[in-house]
């Protein structure tokens, strides 16, 4: 399955030097097939140091990782959800996504001026709120008035339709985004028909430059905040990633600190959704594949193949470590490591799994 990520933020915070950091990690097409050649999107590896592992032991021709898409969305404006600057089409986007990652300015430069005049990184966070709160005001607005009208002609659904939209539109007019309202399952199986920007997942990217006591003191705000973060300084990792191999393994064994802030963000981005990772591996590839958390064996198949799925009759199962150590399946098969297992086996994350159909 796919993981669309918008990266999104108010003009002068870091957007694009981040897109371009980001995309300078991107997966080589002739190891990704379907990678896009859209310059706005950039196709990038989950950091994974298992599926090397496992591409060595297998001595694999090929090594495919699992992959998060990264899209360089529109800079925004206040006035987004009317129509002001590029603001239809940033919201056009922002719906196509799965995460929305914020980035958020929390140092200090003259000589790049601030949209608002100055550095609020929790203002910033509410500037785009605000707006994807009023364009989901808007989505409900119209989807009440044909409900009524449904109801009118006795339609029970449209009613229980309404009480939930009802509910989702107090917390709106709260200026409380729809992520953040406690909704049962069916309440979310609702409102995923009106694709709402709010119910989208966030994380924030505090795009710094060096450290500071006014750095760590915004940091310390945010944290407090209880919003998922990540910092980066965003400058120093595009410049490191565009240099050679070896002169960027050089240059951050004498980074001072060196955060891994853009491996961590793809990393939790790809936590978000509650996503993990199954593996195939042998001499043609090493692959690893994006499933969500609690998927069952046959669902699983389904990321390599619907015939996996439908045609399903068991899978052997080894978790990765446990093929490492053994260094085969033959092995891992005489000390019970490698198990065959059926359609309600539910799959874990590091599985390595061949499918049986």
């Known amino acids: 399955m796919g993981l669309a990520v918008g990266i999104v933020g108010l003009p002068n915070v870091g957007k694009s030097t981040l897109f371009n950091a980001l995309t300078a990690k991107k997966v080589p097409a002739e190891n990704y097939p379907f990678c896009t050649i859209d310059p706005a999107v950039g196709v990038v590896a989950v950091p994974d140091e298992r599926l090397e592992l496992l591409s060595k032991l297998s001595?694999?021709?090929?090594?495919?990782?699992?992959?998060?898409?990264?899209?360089?969305i529109a800079g925004l404006v206040k006035g987004a959800s009317k129509g002001e600057g590029l603001g239809n089409q940033?919201?056009?986007?922002?719906?196509e996504v799965d995460v929305i990652a914020q980035v958020i300015r929390i140092f200090d430069d003259p000589n790049v001026v601030h949209?608002?005049?100055?550095?609020?990184?929790?203002?910033?966070r509410e500037v785009i709120d605000i707006e994807l709160i009023?364009?989901?005001?808007?989505?409900?607005?119209?989807?009440?008035?044909?409900?009524?009208g449904d109801i009118k002609k006795g339609d029970k659904k449209a009613k229980r339709e309404l009480e939930v939209l009802e509910k989702v539109k107090d917390s709106l007019l709260k200026e409380k985004p729809a992520r953040e309202l406690e909704l049962s399952e069916e309440e979310?199986?609702?409102?995923?028909?009106?694709h709402l920007l709010t119910i989208k997942p966030v994380i924030f990217i505090?795009?710094?430059?060096?450290?500071?006591e006014v750095i760590e003191k915004r940091i310390g705000e945010f944290k407090a905040s209880g919003l998922p973060y990540v910092v980066i300084d965003i400058k120093t990792e595009a410049e490191i990633n565009e240099m050679d191999l070896k002169e960027r393994q050089e240059f951050r064994k004498a980074l001072v600190e060196d955060d891994g802030g853009l491996d961590r963000l793809i990393s939790e981005c790809y936590k978000l959704l509650g996503l993990i990772t199954f593996f195939t591996t042998g001499e043609k590839e090493t692959r690893g594949w994006t499933i969500k958390e609690g998927s069952r064996a046959p669902q699983a198949g389904a990321a390599i193949h619907s015939d996996f799925q439908d045609k399903f009759i068991r899978a052997d199962i080894i978790f990765w470590q446990d093929l490492l150590t053994t260094g085969s399946y033959a092995k891992a098969r005489e000390k019970g490591l490698l198990r065959t297992e059926g359609k309600e086996y539910i799959v874990k994350d590091?599985?390595?799994?061949?499918f049986r159909i």
């Open 206 to 212: 505090l795009n710094k430059k060096g450290q500071n």
């Open 59 to 72: 001595n694999s021709e090929k090594t495919i990782p699992a992959v998060v898409e990264f899209v360089d």
């Open 188 to 194: 979310r199986d609702i409102c995923r028909s009106w």
């Open 115 to 124: 949209v608002a005049g100055k550095i609020s990184p929790l203002d910033d």
């Open 350 to 354: 590091g599985d390595v799994i061949e």
């Open 134 to 148: 009023l364009a989901d005001l808007q989505t409900l607005e119209k989807r009440s008035l044909a409900l009524i």
């Open 90 to 95: 940033f919201l056009a986007h922002i719906r």
